[in-house]
């Protein structure tokens, strides 16, 4: 993997429903890899900075994984509400991130 | 606290017409990023300011771009004869160094219409 991908790029979940998507990065020369959540009209803001193979960060009902020698990262929503509803994004590499083009997330009330 | 602070927040210009950014970092971050996205694009790296380092410029499209950051805070973007292909979100980001595990702090963008 040359670049960082994200897959789903958009979904949409009912909600109370429980919710995960994948953030992919060359595991080579791997430095760091963070999460950010973008809502619409507002700024991204900064979820968790994960730098060691197998580390787990939560906030509340949001938690992420990291597996650094394949190469990715899991985001889980779990009980989703509609104020979840944000386009998610990941990047990795030192100062100079590359960042994923974002799952897109809307929960349905 | 204050966060990053970017002006205008919108910008509608011709075609041709230079346009200026401007991002103010958050008080004591010594790293300041510029990122745009383009319509369907994910967020891309334009340049980055260190402390008193050299700027890491490689993410510059072109020479019509440039930037600058005076006495180690306030930063402009500068782009000269604007283009349509430059109509975007531009983003500016600060952190508090330039290590791999600090989180950047982002502003609320400068959405720029070429019309």
């Known amino acids: 993997i040359l670049n960082v991908e994200q897959s789903p790029q958009s979904l949409?979940?009912?909600?109370?429903?429980?919710?995960?998507?994948?953030?992919?990065?060359?595991?080579s020369n791997f430095y760091a890899l963070h999460w950010y959540r973008w809502e619409t009209a507002k700024?991204?803001?900064?979820?968790?900075?994960?730098?060691?193979?197998?580390?787990?960060?939560?906030?509340?009902r949001i938690s992420a994984t990291l597996n650094t020698k394949e190469g990715y990262s899991y985001l889980y929503i779990k009980g989703s509400q509609p104020e979840d509803s944000a386009t998610?994004?990941?990047?990795?590499?030192?100062?100079?991130?590359?960042?994923g083009t974002g799952t897109r997330l809307k929960v349905l009330a | 606290g204050a966060g990053v602070s970017q002006s205008p927040s919108n910008k509608v210009t011709e075609k041709g017409k230079d346009v200026e950014l401007r991002c103010d970092p958050i008080s004591g971050?010594?790293?300041?990023?510029?990122y745009r996205q383009s319509l369907g694009q994910g967020l891309e790296f334009l340049i980055y300011f260190q402390g008193n380092s050299a700027p890491d410029k490689s993410g510059l499209p072109s020479d019509r771009f440039s930037a600058e950051r005076t006495g180690g805070s306030v930063s402009t973007l500068t782009i000269q004869r604007t283009q349509q292909e430059d109509s975007a979100?531009?983003?500016c980001a600060s952190s508090l160094n330039s290590y791999s595990n600090q989180p950047q702090h982002f502003g609320d963008g400068t959405r720029l219409s070429i019309l």
């Open chain 2, 89 to 91: 979100v531009y983003l």
């Open chain 2, 29 to 34: 971050h010594t790293a300041l990023y510029w």
């Open chain 1, 12 to 27: 949409h979940v009912q909600e109370g429903d429980s919710t995960n998507f994948t953030c992919s990065f060359p595991s």
């Open chain 1, 88 to 99: 998610y994004l990941c990047a990795s590499g030192t100062y100079k991130y590359i960042f």
């Open chain 1, 43 to 60: 700024s991204p803001e900064a979820l968790f900075v994960m730098t060691l193979n197998g580390d787990e960060k939560k906030k509340g």
